[in-house]
Each structure stands twice: as C-alpha cells, then as structure tokens.
C-alpha cells in the first residue's frame, strides 16, 4: 500500500473540484457528489463543505489540524451523461480510503478514465433510433411508422448533436433536433394523407426526453437539495417546452 502523503491545500482543493465536476457533468446527482468529494477528503485528513449548483462547484477544506485551509470554485459545463464514469470514480474514492492512495496517483487514475473511449457515435445513432422505432411499435403503431420512427430519430440526434459542437444554445439544439425529427416522421405521411401518423410523431422525439435530469431532480429535492431540485425541475421544463415548439412547428408546417 501507499503512504498517503501531505499534498498542499490547492492540490487536494483542485484534485477534488476536477472529480466533482466529472461527476455532475456524467450525471450524478448532488446527494452522490457530495458524499463521493467527502469520502476522498476524509482520507486525506480534512473535512469538505460543498456548495453545488447547476453550473458550479464550490468547495471550502478544512484540516483536522485547523491549520490550512482551501475554497475554490470551479465551472460546470453541460452534462454529458456517461454511468460508467460515476461508477468507476465511486470503486476509486473506496481505494482511495482503504489502500492510501497519493494525489499523483488519484490524478494519473482520472487521466486514465477521462481518455477512456465512449461508444461509436454511429452505434449511439442506430441503438437511439431502434429505440425509438421500438416504442412506435409499443404504442400501436405499424412497420411504416416504425421505419419512419427510425430515420426521424436518427437524424435528429444527428441534428441535436451537430448543432452541440457548433455551440448552440442547448435549447436551440433540443428545439431543432424536435423540429428535424417530427418533419421528417411526418413527411412519408404528408404525401400519404390516408395514412395514420399519430404513432410516428409522439415517439419520434422521445430521444429528447430528459430522463436523467427529471430523476435528480426529484432526487434532490427528497434528499433536502431544494435549491438545486428546482433548478434542475425547471430545466426538464423548459427542454419540455422546446420539443413541444419542435412538434408544433412541424404540424403548422404539414398543416395536420
């Protein structure tokens, strides 16, 4: 085992805002990040007060010792949902107390997970759209809608996706990514006016649906978290609002 050292302040301080800030971009809710950063303080002897909000991460250390201090704040881009990095930063804060590991090494660990590969963007695209066609077909609808269902939800997490790395307003992004998808599902039924076309329009913007943001949500407003609860509820609104206008600019346009 090793030695847990005596790091300086600012290198356990911004050791420990980099983990946070992993975890609320991955999707954790603040209940886990606030037991995950005390967790690996306590192992290095001192005690940590957090102030999470939406987008930052404020963080006070105090030695058992009262002899050195450290706050510090850190910004907090927008999630990118990504489970196994969560899981593998809460199995690394365990070793981090039971085996004494040093600030070098929890850091080289980050670097290791950080460059870790997500799964093929044209994999996410086809797995997102089948998901998509599948549901069509639970609420009733057919093979035609289903193909539909899969084009529109392809391309519009296509949309959703360019539209990110161009550095759209998330809204905007949602918006088009609703709008592209409900055009496209509708289009096969527009030149087929006899055609049934509810199923392929309901289900082929549930990709947009923000799940995990509306679960922590409710997550921190049970866990006493009311500020950022709302914060977060209020964001699943108006993601909501955005595929709403999605929908109904392309039922004015198709004249439905």
């Not at 809710?29 to 967790?39: A, D, F, G």
């Not at 609808?141 to 269902?149: I, L, R």
């Not at 992004?173 to 039924?189: D, I, Q, R």
Request: proline share 3%.
């Amino acid at each position: 085992m090793e030695e847990v050292n005596k790091p300086s302040k600012y290198e356990l301080g911004e050791m420990l805002l980099e983990i946070g800030s992993i975890l609320m971009v991955s999707g954790a809710n603040t209940e886990r990040v606030k037991v995950t950063i005390s967790r690996i303080a306590g192992a290095f002897g001192c005690d940590s007060e957090l102030m999470i909000t939406n987008h930052a991460l404020m963080i006070t250390l105090n030695y058992h010792d009262k002899n050195k201090t450290f706050t510090n704040v850190k910004w907090v881009p927008n999630m990118h949902l990504n489970f196994n990095l969560i899981s593998e930063i809460s199995i690394m804060s365990w070793k981090i107390v039971f085996e004494k590991w040093s600030v070098e090494r929890i850091n080289q660990e980050l670097a290791v997970l950080n460059r870790k590969p997500l799964y093929p963007r044209f994999l996410v695209l086809t797995l997102v759209a089948l998901a998509g066609a599948s549901f069509c077909r639970l609420f009733g609808g057919d093979w035609v809608e289903m193909v539909a269902c899969f084009v529109a939800s392809f391309v519009g997490l296509y949309v959703r996706q360019e539209a990110m790395k161009m550095k759209f307003n998330f809204y905007l992004c949602v918006f088009f990514a609703s709008t592209t998808a409900a055009l496209l599902s509708g289009f096969y039924f527009y030149l087929n006016p006899g055609l049934t076309y509810i199923h392929a329009l309901s289900t082929s913007v549930l990709f947009l649906i923000p799940g995990v943001p509306m679960i922590n949500s409710f997550s921190d407003l049970i866990d006493g978290n009311i500020l950022n609860g709302i914060t977060r509820g209020v964001n699943v609104l108006i993601i909501a609002f955005a595929i709403a206008l999605g929908l109904l600019l392309s039922v004015l346009i198709y004249n439905f």
